[in-house]
């Protein structure tokens, strides 16, 4: 026997309100992606803070970036980046340089061995990223985003410029 349908006021209990309803299904989302994405960096024993880490420091190779700059970049708000930095350092992904010039700054550039960990990883990000939200076309993916840039607008910080580039 079927179940019968739910009623419109079943359904409407479930969330206390509209925006609640959106807010739990965007965090079901993002808890189903990142399984996807944890299963990837486990295998390489890094957290996804620290790919996106290396990744921000490959993006500016062979330059390196301040630490306040890295960490303003950072798609998280990291509470820790100088513990993740030191365990970056400790597996020779990264080294930190103190300017001569002010010895409070400190630069951090991306090691041979974190480039070679970038490369070897390339193709199974993308394979992974395809995985995630591969099955959407075009015109959603930039509807998405678009939606999603409006959804944290009001709360981003005003010293990120994710919402005019999206890197």
């Excluded at 390196?64 to 992904?93: C, N, V, W, Y």
């Excluded at 990223?129 to 009001?154: T, W």
Aim: charged share 25%; net charge neutral.
């Amino acid at each position: 026997m079927a179940s019968p349908a739910k009623s419109p006021t079943a359904q409407q209990a479930r969330f206390d309100s509209p925006e609640q309803e959106v807010f739990l299904h965007l965090w079901r989302t993002y808890d189903c992606l990142k399984a996807v994405e944890e299963q990837l960096f486990a295998q390489h024993d890094l957290s996804a803070q620290q790919y996106n880490a290396l990744r921000l420091l490959q993006q500016v190779a062979p330059d390196g970036m301040q630490t306040m700059e890295l960490g303003r970049r950072l798609i998280s708000r990291a509470p820790d980046t100088t513990r993740m930095l030191d365990r970056l350092q400790k597996r020779g992904l990264i080294q930190r340089t103190r300017r001569v010039e002010n010895r409070r700054v400190v630069e951090i550039g991306l090691t041979e061995q974190g480039h070679a960990l970038l490369a070897s990883m390339a193709d199974a990000v993308l394979e992974m990223h395809r995985q995630q939200l591969g099955h959407l076309d075009s015109a959603q993916r930039h509807q998405l985003i678009d939606l999603l840039k409006s959804a944290r607008r009001p709360h981003e910080d005003a010293s990120c410029d994710w919402l005019e580039d999206g890197s």
